[in-house]
């Protein structure tokens, strides 16, 4: 990027500077700490000059925005032509409830729905289970039947928003019920926007929310992949997910690297089953956590959009620019979020979206400062949006694309990302690809170790969090309003199931749920039988039982 | 035979929550301390959690659960391990449990509840203090 | 509790007692003698099943689905799921039994997870105690599952009637069980993981292997293929285990029992006369004069214990 001539002069003044200010300042100013890293554990030089990245070629490794390796940004002009989409995670308690809420987030600015399930839901059981017990609307909306769903968007027209949802296991279920109620309310197939997360893979090592086998489960994933782009066009089948892996204590550098081993093995399943790569790439998307360390979180986003792009050209052949494009969701990280002084973790949110916004994200979740000790309230999703606010329309960072580029610490470290990430992704084919290194533990023994020496670091000291492990209040009392689901709702959840049980035409449950056994005996794609399923009434626990009597369940590795 | 007696530890997972990162974190620097631990896995029934203990005869267990179902279950495992007698095992627990809960929690019979952020050294301090002796 | 009580309450089967029994066997406490003294006339009933292999082939799963197996066919069985003690720390995880935890709440089933502390000759006395406790308690079958990894191992898998060694294909896992010597000892080889590649080739190296092995012996060891994870190939397997024992019942049984007897004693014979020898050693002080008299080259470490044993001796008669 520099020429010799250039880079020799630097370098010789470098010197001069290592050899005369450098020293007398440190005689006297010594640094707070002998070395510093950043949370992949990679260590921070003191600084950065156009020597850290002398082999780079501008051309080649940063671009234009728009274009190929989209190191700056998908689109053209970024955030300076449309704003992220704003899209807070929600639900709890009853689908009225929750109803309520998508309601009142769509008249405070929202641009889009995100819908949370509660864990009966998630692992695919009806809300009067046994296992369910406890659990029912505790952490997000509790869905048992399309009865559930026709109140969730009751008063909300399918066309008017778009709407992600946070499932896996039994997501085909729930992108059916949404179709249902995109045909009921006379909405075109073709005009429902929204993301069903639908990455089963991370389940397995990270999440750990899972029904059934690995295999089994991708092959589910591929149906949906398959149906959105024959029929969903503005669908995003799938949200290939970083963010759990962070959470369960992967490094930055791990969280990109096995997110994108994980959307490598979906690409190949599709091809698998006689795809165009062209023809269903442009609608994956991703979706990521952001931390702390500010830096290494905008060259993470950064890197990822880069590497993602140069395995779609060149390890699978993509044409269309759009295939190559890395579309991002990012949540803030909940894991950082301290019990102790909440409100301190209005901050750490506000670092971690500015890092997401830097990093040119498409879409942003921001946690509520209450997390730590429970669900959200009202006044604390407010706040959360309101960072989102303050940073589009106050702090100027979206003015400009990619404002960071070219910064030559925020390059350097990019470059770091991309070669760690590429090197753990030629780790995992060498071992024979994702399943195998599924079944070896290999994920999650990866992300046990990092878990642990963070931890680990926190506890020597060695690592400060306020408020944790140092400025500490003595005696501390949290007070602040809890959000309480009240027990009733599991028991008005359950009178609604039983009641649409006995009402149902029990004669075509019976025979939607045949057929569906039949067609996943034959290997055939789910989705149209499923459709059918949902909208006879018969329930997400039936549906999961028939695939379950199929594919047997998955019992999980445990690594520790 | 080794003549020191080992301090066993059952870590469970009641409820269907999968945060499993704090509970592996625990089981991780018991063991390191020189604890048995064993781990049961996501997604425990009370009944299974309990029967567990009681096979393995532990002194210790420690109950995690993030997914607000503990107002729920903690009881019935309390309960359980009432009609089982084991009532020379130490109970704690850890996870989002909020802090007004705490008190009905410790009224059931869970001797302490950690909070996020609590440092493992705590923990092991307080298992080891804590830890009746058998036999 | 006072022990009489305690192994009268495991004689009736009362799953509290039999925890509490196999811990005082793992502390060693010196209750354990008198209680197993009570509970070892009445053991001997049950069918002992070792399960051994290299870490990875799915052992702890197989045992989950062997135990449904036989929990079909209306059995009560018992596990005993050893793993390894850390040699810096003297922890342990104790994972094994996280495979079979759905069977934790049936009670014809208990499962018990052992840890090797770091003295694996004593375990495997240990272990032979805690079978017993399950054999006294009136299980039916007992399974004990340790990771196949050196020779101490397969003195504690020796304590079973069959041995099945599970391998996985791919594992490289035939050489591994060759060096830790469990190729020789088993009577079943089941080969898990059989969806996998070179899973037939795997079988025809074990076959080939146990060939060239193959003496005197009247049963020939067999090769099974399972999927455990799926439950493929478990019934079949248990029908060979059945038919060992049958084999077992038509003699061989009486003399494989007679030389498991034999080593018990010994073992327990040689355990008595070392404890009995260094304790009164020990509290007299005179090991560290011996051990002086030792480095001093005043003395050779034969004739010091000949002197020992000859002390001894005297004092006994006297």
């Known amino acids: 990027m520099f020429d010799k001539k250039e880079l020799a002069r630097i370098t010789r003044e470098k010197e001069r500077w290592q050899q005369t200010t450098l020293p007398k300042w440190l005689s006297e100013h010594p640094e707070r700490q002998k070395e510093f890293h950043n949370t992949s554990g990679a260590r921070i030089n003191r600084l950065y000059t156009p020597e850290d990245i002398q082999n780079m070629n501008y051309t080649r490794d940063i671009g234009f925005p728009g274009e190929y390796p989209f190191t700056r940004g998908i689109h053209a002009t970024m955030h300076r032509g449309r704003l992220w989409t704003m899209r807070q995670f929600s639900g709890f308690g009853t689908a009225e409830q929750t109803n309520k809420r998508f309601k009142y987030l769509l008249s405070e600015g929202e641009t889009g729905l995100s819908i949370a399930f509660d864990y009966p839901t998630i692992t695919g059981y009806d809300s009067d289970h046994p296992k369910a017990q406890g659990e029912v609307g505790r952490c997000g909306v509790a869905i048992s039947s399309l009865k559930d769903f026709e109140i969730l968007f009751d008063g909300i027209p399918v066309d008017k928003v778009t709407t992600s949802m946070t499932i896996n296991g039994p997501a085909a279920v729930l992108l059916a019920m949404y179709i249902a109620i995109g045909d009921k309310q006379g909405v075109p197939r073709t005009m429902l926007g929204g993301t069903t997360q639908n990455d089963m893979l991370k389940e397995f090592f990270a999440q750990k929310l899972c029904i059934f086998p690995p295999k089994p489960s991708v092959k589910l994933v591929t149906d949906i992949i398959e149906y959105c782009a024959k029929n969903l066009p503005r669908w995003n089948p799938i949200s290939i997910s970083g963010y759990h892996i962070r959470e369960a204590g992967a490094s930055a550098v791990q969280e990109l690297a096995f997110t994108l081993y994980d959307g490598i093995a979906y690409v190949e399943s599709a091809l698998e089953r006689g795809m165009n790569v062209d023809e269903f790439a442009p609608r994956l998307s991703f979706f990521f956590a952001s931390h702390n360390d500010l830096f290494e979180e905008i060259a993470k986003f950064r890197a990822a959009r880069r590497l993602w792009a140069r395995i779609m050209r060149e390890r699978f052949k993509a044409k269309k620019p759009r295939s190559m494009w890395m579309r991002m969701h990012v949540q803030t990280s909940g894991c950082t979020l301290t019990a102790q002084q909440p409100l301190n973790n209005i901050i750490r949110v506000t670092i971690q979206s500015l890092a997401a916004v830097l990093g040119g994200t498409q879409s942003l979740h921001t946690n509520s400062f209450d997390e730590a000790l429970c669900l959200p309230s009202e006044e604390a999703v407010r706040v959360a949006l309101r960072t989102q606010q303050i940073i589009a329309h106050e702090s100027g960072v979206a003015n400009t694309v990619d404002a960071i580029g070219g910064s030559y610490y925020v390059e350097a470290l990019t470059n770091e990302m991309e070669e760690k990430a590429t090197k753990y992704i030629e780790k995992i084919d060498n071992m024979g690809g994702v399943y195998t290194a599924i079944e070896k533990g290999f994920f999650q023994k990866e992300i046990a170790d990092s878990a642990f020496k963070y931890q680990q670091e926190i506890d020597t000291h060695k690592r400060k969090i306020v408020g944790v492990n140092d400025y500490k209040i003595a005696n501390e009392c949290i007070t602040i309003p809890l959000l309480r689901v009240d027990p009733k709702v599991e028991e008005d959840q359950i009178k609604r199931l039983q009641k649409t049980r006995k009402e149902r035409d029990n004669k075509k449950v019976k025979q939607t749920l045949d057929k569906l056994h039949d067609d996943a005996e034959k290997n055939q794609n789910l989705m149209p039988t499923i459709i059918d399923a949902v909208k006879a009434y018969a329930t997400l626990g039936e549906i999961c039982d028939v695939l379950r009597g199929v594919y047997g369940e998955y019992k999980e590795l445990i690594i520790i | ?135 | 509790m006072s022990y009489e009580e305690l192994a009268r309450m495991v004689l009736k089967g009362d799953r509290r007692s039999i925890a509490r029994a196999i811990t005082l066997i793992e502390n060693n406490h010196p209750k354990t003698q008198q209680m197993m003294s009570q509970l070892y006339r009445h053991g001997g009933n049950a069918h002992i099943i070792g399960v051994t292999g290299p870490g990875g082939c799915g052992k702890s799963t197989l045992v989950g689905k062997l135990v449904k197996e036989f929990r079909h066919k209306n059995k009560t069985v018992g596990v005993i799921a050893v793993d390894p003690s850390s040699p810096f720390t003297g922890g342990a995880f104790l994972g094994d039994r996280i495979r079979m935890q759905e069977l934790s709440a049936d009670e014809g089933v208990f499962i018990r997870s052992m840890a090797t502390r770091n003295n694996l000759g004593g375990l495997a006395r240990a272990t032979k105690d805690a079978v017993c406790v399950l054999d006294a308690s009136g299980k039916d079958v007992i399974i004990v599952e340790t990771v196949g990894a050196g020779q101490s191992e397969v003195d504690i898998i020796k304590v079973a009637h069959t041995i099945l060694v599970v391998l996985a294909p791919g594992l490289g896992d035939e050489i591994q069980a060759i060096k830790a010597g469990i190729m020789e000892i088993g009577d079943i080889f089941v080969v898990n993981k059989a969806d996998r590649e070179n899973a037939d080739r795997a079988v025809i190296d074990i076959r080939t292997m146990l060939e060239m092995n193959s003496g005197k012996q009247e049963w020939k060891p067999v090769v099974v293929k399972t999927i455990a994870i799926e439950g493929k190939g478990v019934s079949q397997l248990v029908e060979k285990i059945e038919e060992h024992r049958k084999y077992l019942e038509k003699g061989a049984f009486a003399s494989k029992r007679r030389e498991q007897v034999e080593t018990e004693f010994f073992e327990v014979l040689r355990q008595k006369i070392e404890e009995s020898f260094l304790n009164d050693l020990k509290k007299k002080r005179e090991f560290d004069k011996i051990l002086e008299k030792i480095l001093a080259r005043e003395v050779d470490p034969y004739t010091a214990a000949e002197n020992v044993i000859a002390k001894k001796l005297k004092n006994n008669k006297d």
């Open chain 2, 1 to 135: 035979m080794n003549q020191e007696r080992k301090i066993r530890v059952l870590i469970a997972k009641p409820g269907l929550d999968s945060h499993d990162r704090g509970a592996k974190i625990v089981a991780r620097a018991l063991r390191d301390a020189g604890m048995e631990v064993i781990y049961t896995g996501l997604r425990q029934t009370p009944e299974q959690i309990v029967e567990t203990a009681l096979q393995e005869d532990v002194d210790v267990i420690g109950l995690s659960i993030l997914s607000g179902a503990h107002t729920t279950l903690f009881p019935r495992i309390m309960e359980l391990i009432k009609e089982k007698g084991l009532n020379d095992v130490l109970v704690f627990a850890g996870g989002i449990i909020p802090e007004e809960d705490v008190p009905e929690m410790k009224k059931i019979g869970i001797k302490e509840i950690f909070g996020p952020g609590t440092p493992t050294e705590t923990l092991v301090k307080y298992v080891k203090e804590n830890v009746k002796k058998k036999i």
